[in-house]
């Protein structure tokens, strides 16, 4: 989600060296205070962190509460603070339709990943990652190679445009400037994800997680004040721009719905969320996790809705001069509608809930270098946590230095890598764990036809020789058409030796 916030991020207005010393100094100390905690908590996991399963699943040892708002805010990331309001403002409520799949997703995530990907563990103890459970379900190197592979190219361009996020925030909290604020966020990050792995990061999550739920309601209530309550609100816009308020929004039917689509079912595929199952400590428990993750989502999405909706009224009605960029909408309502502590308090959350990303990113990135890739080509590494601690740090740096790039090409890495981690994951993985007809041939065909699409079609819009209709979106198409592959080759390969699944793999499908 964040590659939509980028471009627009980069020419925003950010709250900076224009504040008032005093309201300056409030958000700042509130900035400083955030970062000390981080690093208590990288400090903990550390001493926590042994091995290459403490770095990679923080040794399965996570409680529910704690992986809810871990997912919530590896789910979420800045998007929900900063480029959403603006989405609202801009589009109406059809930008509503990226998040209200949220429910949905997180039952079906529960249903149909999570369970089999917790019961995978405990019969095959040596599963650390998402390709890990692609190879063992088709017994494929080969699968598993592959999926490595498209998460180690998405997760550069993910994390370049996560790093420059966090650097346009830093900047606003600090006033350091864009370059130094990407190289302090990047620091701060790789402290706490080379010393302390998932843990930390899962940890920094419960307390990032919390802070954005509580800032998003806090902020909620000076919405409802500002605007004259929901209804006060819904009639203002009413009366001047009633296409606002429709199911679409601004938006066509076609990309309202592509945005469930993709946002909906793609998020099975996204490993940086899907990859927190294996973590949690008691399977039983899982029960009650849609639950629970969907009312943390709909807390950390009142800011979402609220500021999206108060800026157009206030706007409309001339009590708010015009914005000259949409994502300004958030920065512009914190400092002109809620006292400065509070706005200090949002900002770090933003800042938190893009680490809390960033730190996934990393992760995932460091297990396809030193474990998926090693595995794919037969040749396991002897020091697993070593090399994880070394590849965290040069994807980091390769991250940052992306981030320093211009914009769009930023933004075009992030928009590829979510329609990357979708085409090629969801097939194998959500399909394949839970259909027996599915083979070898068919994941290895659809993870290839996602990666090569969706390079293709991104690189293809990115340089404006070729773009579908409006509404329709590449990672839409390639999603589909990864589907159908993984269907149609599985159905005509069925039968043979790729449809061969191991009795335990088995034995956890049909529960």
Known sequence: MIS???????????????????????????????????????????????????????GHGIGLFALTLAAMSATLSGFAFIGGPGL???????????????????????????KRLRLLREVREEVMTIPDAIGMRFRSPAAQGLSGLA??????????????????VIDALFGIGLGWGVWLGTA??????????????????VFQGTLMAVASVLVFLF???????LSGISTTILQNDPGFMSPW?????????????????????????????????????????????????????????????????????????????????TPRFLLEYTPRILAGIVFSSVAAAIMSTVNSFLNIGAAAVTHDLPVAFGRRLRDELFAGRIATLVISLAAAV????????????????????????????????????????????SIGTGLVLTLALETLSFFGVWSFPAGVTASAVTLVLSILVFLAVSAATRGGPGSEIDEDIRLIMEV
């Open 188 to 205: 701060v990050v790789v402290g706490y994800s080379v010393a302390g792995g998932i843990l930390a990061g899962i940890y920094a999550d």
């Open 249 to 329: 929004g601004h938006l066509t039917p076609l990309a309202a719905i592509s945005f469930f689509f993709v946002f909906g079912y793609g998020s099975l595929g996204q490993p940086h969320v899907v990859h927190k199952f294996y973590m949690l400590r008691d399977p039983a428990r899982l029960k009650w996790y849609p639950l629970l993750v969907t009312a943390a989502l709909i807390l950390a999405t009142l800011l979402y809705f609220g500021v999206g909706v108060a800026v157009k009224a206030l706007v409309t009605s001339g009590e708010m001069s015009p914005l000259s960029n949409p994502d300004e909408a």
């Open 402 to 445: 992306t981030a320093q790039f211009s914009g769009q090409l930023v933004a075009f890495l992030g928009i590829f890598g979510w329609g990357l981690f979708a085409s090629t994951l969801v097939p194998a993985l959500a399909l394949g764990l839970n259909w027996t007809g599915a083979t070898r041939e068919g994941a290895v065909a």
């Open 88 to 114: 609202v403002f801009s589009v109406g409520l059809g930008a509503m339709l990226i998040i209200l799949p949220a429910s949905i997703t997180n039952a079906l995530g529960a249903w149909v990943l999570a």
């Open 4 to 58: 939509r916030v980028m471009p627009l991020l980069q020419s925003v207005e950010m709250p900076g060296a224009d504040l008032p010393g005093m309201a300056r100094t409030e958000i700042v100390l509130i900035g400083i205070a955030y970062f000390v905690v981080v690093a208590a908590i990288g400090a903990w996991a550390t001493r926590r962190t042994r091995n290459a399963q403490d770095f990679y699943v923080a």
């Open 223 to 229: 919405v409802l004040d500002a605007g004259g309550g």
């Open 151 to 168: 998460i180690l190219i998405a997760v550069i361009g993910y994390m370049a445009t996560n790093v420059l996020a966090l650097g346009v």
